[in-house]
């Protein structure tokens, strides 16, 4: 099974969640400051990037785990709900 990684930048307070392996893509900003990573080879989900993270959940820590519903980002397409 694929590992899932979260890296947090305190200096630039953003929020990185990668997953699977590592791979080449790009990124598509889907609300102001949350960016999708999409692989180049599979058009799928691979990570998303999110800005000014401590200022969107108004905590100094996150609980672990956590789940994030794209559901509400892409409503007609429930394929790119990840869990």
Same mark, same amino acid.
């Given at each position: ?16 969640? #990668?997953?699977? @392996? ?15 990573? /999409?692989?180049? *080879? ?10 000014? #993270?401590?200022? @969107? ?15 509400? /980002?892409?409503? *007609? ?7």
């Amino acid at each position: 099974m694929p590992e899932n990684k979260i890296r947090y930048d305190d200096e630039h307070d953003v929020m990185y969640v #990668f997953f699977g @392996r590592p791979q080449m893509g790009s990124e598509e900003e889907v609300a102001p400051g949350i960016y999708l990573r /999409i692989s180049d *080879e599979t058009e799928e989900i691979i990570g998303i990037v999110i800005t000014d #993270f401590k200022s @969107r959940t108004k905590k100094d820590y996150l609980a672990l785990p956590f789940s994030i519903d794209l559901t509400s /980002i892409f409503p *007609e397409n429930n394929s790119k709900h990840i869990q």
